[in-house]
């Protein structure tokens, strides 16, 4: 079935430093949304981006969803300790779907304080 | 709280067995999503409903396991004669039409 890139798959970081993830498709979706999970709970909504080339912030977030509409990142400035967890990417509308989300593999975010 | 809920939050039985999933999207969504999530994956799409209306199912929603949502609120998911392989997360999700799904806390299930 159709997968997302995700990268990169881990990142250890100091706190106060930007991060940045990224994700890539070989097929084109319609929305592109980004998660936070925790250990034990469900995925958090964390941006939606509806159009191609929209950039979109949330706080410290920032997110883009790509021109050829197969790929998307995600910023996040000033890292906290809070900002530990798995994020992903998810992909909305591959092959005229209105419900199926496809998620990436995630990428874990450590911050050291 | 009225975020998505989902009961149980964890479920331990022996293989073989019925388990039955309940959740509780949040109240005005008329959409509501299954995924499955295995350690160190994403979430799988199993299924979804559109009020009550079940309007896709994934491959990987096999022939042991059905879901309901009978009054297009609250949906049920069952897995029949559980397998090992069943072991995960189970997450519910809802959202009003295509817009952004809110996911609930999850049901890990263990089979033994």
């Known amino acids: 079935g159709q997968q997302l890139n995700q990268s990169p798959q881990s990142m250890f970081i100091q706190e106060g430093e930007d991060v940045s993830m990224n994700c890539t498709s070989s097929?084109?979706?319609?929305?592109w949304l980004w998660y936070k999970q925790e250990p034990g709970e469900g995925p958090v909504l964390l941006i939606a981006l509806y159009k191609a080339g929209e950039l979109t912030s949330n706080g410290r977030l920032t997110a883009q969803f790509g021109i050829t509409r197969k790929d998307s990142f995600l910023n996040i400035s000033a890292s906290i300790p809070s900002d530990v967890g798995i994020y992903f990417c998810?992909?909305?509308?591959?092959?005229?779907?209105?419900?199926?989300?496809?998620f990436g593999k995630g990428t874990k975010l450590s911050v050291k304080p | 709280d009225t975020g998505v809920s989902q009961n149980p939050r964890h479920k331990i039985t022996k293989r073989g067995q019925n388990v039955t999933f309940r959740c509780d999207p949040i109240?005005?969504?008329?959409?509501l999503y299954w995924y499955r999530q295995t350690l160190g994956q994403g979430p799988e799409f199993l299924t979804y409903f559109q009020n009550e209306a079940q309007l896709e199912k994934s491959r990987l929603l096999s022939d042991r396991f059905s879901a309901e949502r009978p009054k297009g609120s609250f949906s049920t998911l069952e897995i029949q004669r559980t397998e090992q392989g069943d072991s995960a997360m189970y997450l519910c999700?809802?959202?009003?039409?295509?817009?952004?799904?809110?996911f609930g806390p999850g049901t890990r299930l263990t089979v033994l």
């Open positions: 998810a992909g909305q509308g591959y092959g005229g779907s209105q419900g199926n989300l496809i």
């Open positions: 097929s084109i979706f319609n929305t």
């Open positions: 109240s005005e969504h008329n959409r």
């Open positions: 999700a809802s959202s009003l039409l295509s817009v952004g799904q809110f």
